[in-house]
């Protein structure tokens, strides 16, 4: 994904939520049906949220014939600032590996720890209120490991970490259960401040790559995710949940 993609990408999960007719009171909009009333829009002072995703190399040609994303699992908490806008930390952890189908015989993996602070929005869409769309970008610090990474030169040396900076715009869909409570759909885009170099690594000893491997290490990540909320903000109690 180029530069211009990556902007627009993060340009969209903050323009979504206008796209909404939703608005932004704790009044239910009109009944579109009398067997399903719309429910009230309610706002938490905190949100814990968990999310489990499967990264996919992009951007960098040679980190995608590289690895393939096997797992990431995230925790983090929301705090409550005015009208859905909040702030947050969050941890994540990773997993990648190179499978026979990148690298035939050859075994290695590159473990991703993430801990940043966020910035976002929840927004209700729909006239029901049953739905929330949540925007982010979380930006902060990463380490990365790597482990099973082979030179056929003995005397070579492999580095096998890192640590930098990174940002992730992510976006979600909460389908709400109850109104603290919801499961969805969690895509993010993560961008390390550090290039893959497969010569770097010692990945041209087992396969080939263009020498044109410029481009930091960057992955869009896929999955579902769950939302709660504590502590209610104090409103008029209305019908609905």
Partial sequence: MGPLYKYAFILLLFCLPL????????????AASEDAPPAPKRYYVFSPRVSVTVPHPMANPSFKKSFVGIYEASAGLNLYLYKGIFIGGMY????????????????ASMSINNIGGKVGTDVYIGEKNRVIYSASLTVGRNWTRYSGLVAKDPNKVIPDSYTTTYYEPEMNIFFLIESNFGIGATLSYSVFKKNFDPYELALNDWTQFSKNNSGSTQYMSFGFGFYYSLWRKNTPKKSGY
Avoid at 92 to 107: F, M, P, R, V
Wanted: aromatic share 4%; proline share 7%.
């Fill in 19 to 30: 796209l909404s007719t939703a608005q932004e009171d704790e009044t239910p909009a009109p």
């Fill in 92 to 107: 994540k952890n990773g997993l990648l590996k190179i499978t026979e189908n990148k690298i035939a015989d050859y075994n």
